[in-house]
């Protein structure tokens, strides 16, 4: 649905900023832009208001183009808004950037979603005398406020929205009232910064830490007014709601490049830390503790299956988790994209658990994919990184995988984490039947993981960026792999193409000589994963098979297999000892470093590579 309405225009991820209170707001909006520019970077722009008079200025292109244009000529408001742009139909543009505003220029509006009827409202609007200077779906919203304004901006943004179908999180000024923000969410996230005798808004959480770690998470269906002294939150029916300050405890320090160049790289080496303390509190004792999911495994005799829902990279992670939770518990797993998860018409009801996975917890077909599984009252479970999130919220039972804030597009750290979660899971459902081994045994080598994780990245640097030094020269790359190393494969592989922009195919290893051998010729690059000792004679054999054909092939092993697997490959990675069922963790370190590398080498834009966005809330 939404495809038909974006072929006329724009539209756009995008994240949204807001600032009342008594400093000046343009530093406060674009320091809040740059940590949310993230979720697009096509255009930029801000809206403040001086002396009762709006001032705009819009930018094409990354935020920097907007601080170049915005020079010397700092605006001096203390009110105002800002928007940084994701769009995923029609060109990036200076008309196109948000604020928009009403025909008379009063009201400046930021927005994040999508209006699919935006068309019908744009005719009658057009009719009844608005004019338009944008493609946008957006600057109908603020002609539509601008039509019903009656002197109240509130009124006028609640009867708007009574006309507007799809998602939108939206803020509005009003040059008469410099007084006054207005905002309002509908499917697309917004947030509120408590702060001492000012307010702030954002569409995430790192824009607001460097001013207040206090935030209030609007529900759909909530309008927010902000004063310079106070603010309220008012619900659907109109009645006053009374919302619960909530306390982030994400540190600004997790939020920012700590001197390294990429937050890519930051985060990769975060991976350590962040999986020492998701692992901190379950593993304190001698067993599992997660009352998390206690209500589940109550429930656990009726559960007859369990379907993991997710997309991008975190659907990767869901297919590592499959194999974990069959094998602790015995119940059939499915693994969905969830962008196909509805459309199939799965055979989901009272006697499945739906696990979604997601970083960022808004992504439209995660959360679509999780209210159809209520729908179909499934129990429903979320792994997910960002704490008050959508899909936090409405899941049944929620395991935070802790990971903190990820600001590069390509995730790593959520993903380790997503790994390490479902570890925990199967090792709570279903115990020591997942490897054969005690599970006193396997809690012992899981404590190990983050200390292992810390001393593949040190052993890592050096190899894998000369392994890199290879693989940039290439268009074309393979990753193969059995069983877990295949689906590490697959994360291996869109890790690459995703910030080198290197063409990679991720295969089972038994697949090649189905059609893919065709594609072996001198020199390519084919990375193989050696790390599960069942599969290993089978995957020489397969790599034998690449060799043969003249691929180059880089394999990653664990180091117990070193030396069975040495003479078999052109280059070997070695990650530390560890059970079978673990080795994804540690494997995943080479992989991660491997795309950063090549994608460096190429001089390619790692945190914001080109047409992505971080969060993605359209469908
Ligand atoms: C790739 C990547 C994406 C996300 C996907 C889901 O590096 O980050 O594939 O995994 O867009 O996002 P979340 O986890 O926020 O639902």
């Known amino acids: 649905m939404a495809k038909a309405v974006l072929m006329e225009g724009e539209k756009l991820m995008c994240g949204i900023v807001g600032y009342i209170g008594p400093k000046g707001a343009v530093p406060i909006l674009l320091e809040g832009l740059k940590k949310l520019e993230y979720r697009g970077y096509d255009s930029a722009g801000i809206a403040v208001i001086e002396d009762q008079k709006l001032k705009l200025r819009k930018a094409e292109g990354k935020l920097k183009a907007l601080d170049d244009?915005?020079?010397?000529?700092?605006?001096?408001?203390?009110?105002?808004?800002?928007?940084?742009r994701w769009a995923t139909h029609g060109r990036p543009s200076d008309a196109n950037a948000h604020p928009h505003q009403d025909c008379e220029g009063k009201l400046a509006l930021v927005h994040n979603g999508i209006i699919e009827n935006f068309q019908d409202i744009k005719r009658t609007l057009e009719k009844e005398g608005h004019s338009f200077s944008s493609e946008t779906d957006t600057e109908v919203v603020v002609h539509l406020v601008e039509k019903f304004f009656e002197g109240n901006l509130s009124e006028a943004v609640k009867k708007a929205t009574t006309e507007l179908e799809g998602s939108y999180a939206l803020a509005v000024i009003n040059q008469e009232n410099p007084d006054q923000i207005v905002a309002y969410r509908q499917d697309s996230p917004l947030i509120l910064g408590i702060g001492e005798d000012e307010f702030y808004l954002a569409s995430d959480i790192?824009?607001?830490?460097?001013?207040?770690?206090?935030?209030?998470?609007l529900e759909d269906g909530e309008m927010a007014e902000l004063n310079r002294e106070n603010f309220r939150v008012i619900g659907p029916g109109g009645n006053l709601q009374n919302k619960e300050i909530e306390e982030i405890d994400?540190?600004?320090?997790?939020?920012?490049?700590?001197?390294?160049?990429?937050?890519?790289?930051?985060?990769?080496?975060?991976?350590?830390?962040?999986?020492?303390?998701?692992?901190?509190?379950?593993l304190r004792g001698n067993g599992i503790e997660l009352q998390e999911i206690d209500a589940i495994l109550k429930e656990k005799e009726k559960i007859e299956k369990i379907f993991i829902v997710a997309c991008g990279t975190a659907y990767h992670s869901g297919l590592i988790g499959k194999a974990l939770l069959e094998k602790a518990t015995g119940i059939p797993v499915e693994v969905d994209m969830a962008s196909e998860f509805r459309y199939r018409s799965p055979l989901v009801g009272e006697d499945s658990l739906v696990i979604v996975v997601s970083q960022s917890g808004e992504t439209a077909d995660t959360l679509a994919a999780l209210r159809h599984a209520r729908?179909?009252?499934?129990?429903?479970?979320?792994?997910?990184?960002?704490?008050?999130?959508?899909?936090?919220?409405e899941v049944d039972q929620l395991l935070l995988i802790k990971a903190g804030p990820e600001i590069a597009v390509a995730s790593t750290k959520a993903y380790l984490n997503m790994l390490a979660a479902f570890n925990l899971l199967a090792l709570k459902m279903g115990g020591s039947d997942i490897a054969g081994d005690g599970i006193d045994q396997l809690l012992h080598f899981l404590r190990e993981i983050p200390a292992q994780v810390e001393k593949t990245l040190h052993r890592m640097e050096k190899p894998v960026r000369e392994a890199a030094r290879y693989i940039k020269n290439w268009d074309n790359a393979f990753f193969v792999g059995r069983g877990l190393d295949f689906s590490l494969a697959l994360e291996g592989a869109l890790k690459l193409k995703e910030i080198s922009y290197i063409h990679a195919e991720a295969y089972a290893a038994g697949e090649l000589k189905h059609g893919t051998l065709a594609l072996i010729e001198e020199g390519i690059p084919v990375v193989a994963l050696l790390t599960q000792e069942s599969l290993l004679e089978k995957m020489i054999s397969n790599i034998q098979e690449i060799r043969a054909r003249g691929g180059y092939v880089f394999g990653i092993t664990q180091?117990?297999?070193?030396?069975?697997?040495?003479?078999?490959?052109?280059?070997?990675l070695k990650t530390p000892n560890t059970p079978d069922i673990f080795a994804p963790l540690l494997g995943t370190i080479p992989l991660q470093l491997l795309s950063y590398f090549s994608a460096d080498f190429r001089n390619c834009p790692i945190d914001q590579p080109r047409n992505l966005a971080k969060s993605v809330t359209v469908e």
């Open 250 to 282: 994400w540190d600004l320090e997790m939020a920012e490049k700590k001197g390294f160049p990429h937050y890519m790289l930051k985060e990769i080496h975060e991976q350590p830390d962040v999986m020492r303390q998701l692992l901190e509190k379950p």
């Open 69 to 84: 244009k915005l020079g010397l000529e700092k605006f001096q408001g203390n009110v105002g808004l800002g928007h940084t």
């Open 206 to 217: 790192p824009a607001l830490l460097p001013y207040t770690r206090r935030v209030i998470i």
């Open 559 to 572: 180091d117990r297999f070193a030396s069975r697997v040495e003479a078999e490959v052109d280059f070997l």
């Open 375 to 393: 729908d179909k009252r499934a129990k429903t479970m979320g792994l997910v990184n960002v704490q008050g999130s959508t899909i936090a919220r």
